[in-house]
């Protein structure tokens, strides 16, 4: 998703570029071409691993920025072409892409949560069941216990490989906002070693660029809808500022209550 996101930006700024020239150079051409086959092969890969469900393969859907796209990489008389669209236009065309695939994303993330309280949900429930049998079905619900253990752990290290690996800043925080986790992007971004940023709240990056009323609207809309999505300004820790767009998330857990945020 992070590489369809980046192939997708470029992608605008580039047509953009030529929307303001009027032209486009063979290199630009070349370039574009590259990225149009590298989104349909990222957007394949992710349909041959997710089910049938409309919000995934909204993404293999051609719209009318993938048409003009491709006409203007097949049109022998470019200029032509890029008077049938405007930079405003084009521009608002491909974020809608980029929106529709932070959408996506956040479906993935759910199913991933979603399915994690079910197989902890199935567990409890059998070991539940093989406590009560007999000695024998003791043992095997010992057995079960300890797979289920060893699968649990599987997961975990498989969740630590992705934060570890991913290129974006991750900040997991208990309900009451202290950080409880960060991974490897976090410290070359922020400048604080995990061992500095744990137990403390997010407002260590606080640039002062944003006044009172900004955070409140954000936690209010945090609060009513689970989600917070735009750009901040934060300071790492030498005190260079940076500006960074931020998704935030609450996780709740099957009673509704908030237990994270990310």
Known sequence: MNRLRESVGKERELVSVALVNRSLTEDQLRQLTNLAGQQQTL???LLSQTDASNIYHKLKTKTSAEGFRNQ???APDKPA???DMSPGDWFSLRTERLDQISEVENRLSQDVLDATHTLLDDARQDLWRYLTVSSLMLLAGAILTFLLFRQIQSGLLLTHAVLKHTHDRITLTDARARIIEVNNAFERVSGYQRSEALGRNP???NSGHQDNSFYRELWESLQAHDKWQGEIWNRR???ELFAE???INAVRDKHGVVRNYV
């Open 245 to 247: 767009l931020t998704t």
């Open 43 to 45: 957007i394949t890969g």
């Open 203 to 205: 407002s260590i990056l």
């Open 81 to 83: 072409v890029l008077l």
């Open 72 to 74: 203007l990489i097949s």
């Open 237 to 239: 820790k030498n005190g």
